[in-house]
């Protein structure tokens, strides 16, 4: 198992207490694209061909956040497009 399978793993295991740095590092390694907030916004968007999700820098992150990425990711791997 690699490291980001593990990365993931835990996040899947724990989606209450996920640092913002932790889903970031995933979301960035499957190949996101992400949107840095401008004017003083916390929130990043991160997105995929028709993917896009929104993250506020919150720590923890909010466990609602967590799951919609997860749910987004295990969507990407199922049309085999981890990469």
């Known amino acids: 198992m690699s490291?980001?399978?593990k990365q993931l793993?835990?996040?899947?295991?724990n989606p209450k207490n996920v640092r913002f740095?932790?889903?970031q590092g995933v979301m960035l390694n499957l190949g996101f694209i992400e949107t840095v907030p401008s004017g003083g916004s916390s929130h990043y968007t991160y997105h995929k061909g028709i993917y896009t999700i929104t993250?506020?820098?919150n720590k923890p992150l909010n466990k609602i956040y967590v799951k919609r990425a997860v749910k987004i990711i295990d969507e990407l791997m199922k049309q085999g497009?981890?990469?």
């Open 9 to 13: 793993q835990n996040i899947r295991n």
């Open 3 to 5: 490291k980001k399978d």
């Open 81 to 83: 497009d981890e990469s």
């Open 21 to 23: 740095e932790d889903l």
């Open 55 to 57: 993250i506020p820098k």
